[in-house]
C-alpha cells in the first residue's frame, strides 16, 4: 500500500513539473466561457473551439469559434471571434468571418 501512495505522488509531481508554465492572464478558459455566455444569453447549448493565441506580456489576443444553440432556431449558429483580453478581462471583441483568416498584426514600434 505505502508503494502506491508513493508512485501516486511520483507521477503527479512529473505531471505538475512538465506542465509549461504561461504568463498570467487569469483562466483562459473561464475568460472564453465568460465571453460567450454574455454574447449568447438565450442559448440553450454551446461550445467553442480556440484556433490561435498570441501573447504579448499581460496581453493576449485569441482566435475563437463558436458553436450556439440558440432556443428557437432549428439549425446552431457559428462565429468566429477575435478576443483582446488584458489582465484576465476581455478588453475587445471583434466577429470575423468563418472563412478569412485574422488579419491582425502586432503593433510596429515607432524609433523616435
Known amino acids: 500500500m505505502r508503494h502506491k501512495w508513493t508512485m501516486l505522488c511520483f507521477a503527479a509531481l512529473t505531471l505538475w513539473l512538465a506542465t509549461p508554465a504561461e504568463p498570467s492572464t487569469g483562466d483562459l478558459g473561464s475568460i472564453i466561457e465568460r465571453f460567450v455566455t454574455t454574447r449568447f444569453p438565450d442559448a440553450t447549448s454551446h461550445f467553442w473551439v480556440v484556433n490561435s493565441t498570441q501573447w504579448d506580456d499581460d496581453e493576449i489576443v485569441v482566435d475563437v469559434n463558436t458553436v450556439v444553440q440558440e432556443r428557437f432556431k ?3 449558429t457559428e462565429s468566429r471571434f477575435l478576443l483582446l483580453i488584458v ?16 488579419d491582425c498584426q502586432p503593433e510596429a514600434q515607432s524609433q523616435t
Open 74 to 76: 432549428q439549425e446552431p
Open 87 to 102: 489582465e484576465g478581462k476581455v478588453a475587445g471583441a471583434q466577429n470575423i468571418p468563418l472563412d478569412s483568416p485574422p
